[in-house]
């Protein structure tokens, strides 16, 4: 089972912050908080991880809250392009392949 | 670089018929996956190989074989196709561990439908 939970679906303005929030409330401490994207059925796409600090890249930032039991992947500016279903996973540092992946949130960009 | 790459697309196949799904990155990859995706769902790991020669079995390994000869390959065997391998299905690969703080590329995927 999935170790993060997450709205099924949200919608956002075109052209406004998107904020899709993920709890992980049993998350241990040498698991990261990653963040991935699926367009259409295409294959997953990377946006960021973090583990401690909030972070930032070209695509997103990601905000882990102290405790570190949620996180909140935001996109800037968000455009007709971002609609995709969005996917929080939390996974131990030293795992293999144990990237457990839930249904994750659909996230619509409006007009 | 082409990244991942997947063939067939698409494909058909009768109950009991066997088939290979073909899997090549470019990017010199130590870490590859295969995944199965059905309707609505998350993806789930069918096997995983960490190099040339070394496989292991991840959360839905039964019905599903494969082998790891080359770095670039990585190949899916469905011996006797059921309804219930109808799915997409999704290759992936990553320069290190991926739980480890590293990216997971996928290729565009393969969908298979079993009558």
């Known amino acids: ?111 | 670089n082409a990244g991942v790459t997947q063939t067939p697309k698409f494909r058909i196949l009768k109950i009991g018929q066997s088939m290979t799904l073909q899997c090549t990155q470019d990017m010199n990859h130590n870490y590859m996956y295969w995944y199965r995706q059905d309707p609505g769902m998350g993806l789930k790991l069918i096997y995983y190989s960490v190099g040339a020669g070394i496989t292991d079995k991840g959360e839905v390994p039964n019905g599903y074989n494969v082998s790891r000869s080359t770095t670039e390959d990585f190949p899916l065997r469905l011996e006797l196709a059921a309804p219930s391998q109808t799915s997409v299905y999704f290759c992936a690969s990553s320069k290190g561990l991926a739980g480890g703080g590293e990216t997971q590329y996928f290729g565009p995927g393969t969908r298979l439908l079993v009558l």
């Open chain 1, 1 to 111: 089972d999935a170790k993060t939970t997450q709205p099924t679906s949200m919608d956002c303005a075109e052209g406004r912050a998107a904020n899709l929030p993920c709890n992980h409330s049993t998350i241990s401490g040498n698991e990261y908080v990653y963040w991935y994207r699926q367009i259409h059925s295409q294959g997953p796409q990377y946006i960021i991880h973090g583990l401690k600090n909030n972070e930032t890249n070209e695509m997103a930032s990601l905000i882990i809250t102290e405790d570190r039991k949620s996180s909140t992947l935001i996109l800037p500016h968000a455009t007709l392009r971002d609609t995709a279903v969005y996917y929080c996973i939390v996974s131990p540092w030293d795992s293999n392949y144990q990237l457990i992946w839930g249904a994750g949130t659909k996230l619509i960009i409006k007009p």
